[in-house]
């Protein structure tokens, strides 16, 4: 039961859920439609154009473009040079994060690879690792991280907008503490920053307070074990920082509109 948890936590804190190749006819088009993950496309060769937000990007040899989950977009390859693309499908909790270590945001959905060989190599590998169906899911991740790794651009932290150092840094402290009764307070602490301004962070980041944040990541992991362990209510409350079950049973109710039991019971 255990390598079931651990592995299923794994997969939902990041899980490659669609990857491709295709080599394009001249004006051939996808869309408009949406998808439910984010969606990195990475061209080899020609180029295209994408149509997300409202603006239109060109695309060519070399560079990614990032579609995210529930957006309506169309892309289209170039009559005369149509491109050659491969893609990849990724959600969990960690997907935001690794698309942002890509470079892409909302305003910045085009990225040129530094390593274009390179970052073409791990999607290949990638392919081919899930196909696998020995830990396919494993090596394809591994792989992503390493797609990942490739395509993020070379950048300096402290370039970075002040706000979102802050933020980053705040979620990787939520990250490894939200087991225990972390408090806002510390994380202000942490971070380096006064709670009202930790509140702005990330109101302005992620919409929610940071309180919020953290009960939304306690209420995921907690759903995770109702899912994938034998631990009682109680035993999931005191592993992801609620104070009794009871606590647990009623935020959990208030997100899910069902009990820890029922959600248990139906899954």
């Known amino acids: 039961m255990l390598q079931k948890f651990l592995s299923s936590t794994h997969q939902s804190t990041l899980s490659v859920v669609d990857f491709g190749v295709e080599k394009c006819d001249p004006s051939h088009s996808y869309g408009p439609a949406a998808r439910g993950y984010y969606l990195v496309h990475y061209v080899a060769s020609g180029r295209g154009m994408l149509s997300a937000g409202g603006k239109i990007h060109a695309v060519g040899a070399g560079q990614g473009f990032l579609i995210y989950p529930g957006e309506l977009t169309t892309y289209r390859a170039d009559a005369e040079e149509p491109w050659h693309y491969a893609w990849v499908g990724y959600t969990g909790t960690e997907a935001e994060a690794m698309s942002r270590l890509c470079g892409f945001g909302r305003d910045r959905r085009v990225v040129t690879a530094p390593a274009p060989i390179a970052v073409w190599d791990a999607l290949s590998q990638l392919r081919q690792d899930a196909a696998n169906l020995r830990l396919g899911h494993v090596a394809a991740l591994g792989d992503f991280y390493r797609f990942v790794s490739l395509l993020a651009p070379e950048r300096d932290e402290h370039a970075l907008p002040e706000h979102e150092r802050h933020y980053e840094k705040a979620l990787w402290y939520m990250q490894g503490a939200y087991g225990r009764h972390v408090t806002v307070q510390e994380i202000a602490d942490f971070v380096g920053l006064s709670r009202s301004q930790l509140f702005r962070v990330f109101e302005k980041n992620c919409g929610q307070s940071p309180k919020q944040a953290l009960q939304e990541m306690r209420l995921e992991h907690a ?27 009623a935020a959990f109710r208030e997100r899910f509109s069902l009990s820890p039991r029922e959600y248990r019971q139906k899954r």
């Not at 759903?223 to 049973?249: I, M, Y």
Request: glycine share 8%.
């Open 223 to 249: 759903r995770l074990l109702l899912k994938n362990s034998d631990l009682s209510v109680e035993q999931v409350a005191f592993s992801t920082g609620f104070p009794s079950g009871t606590q647990l049973s």
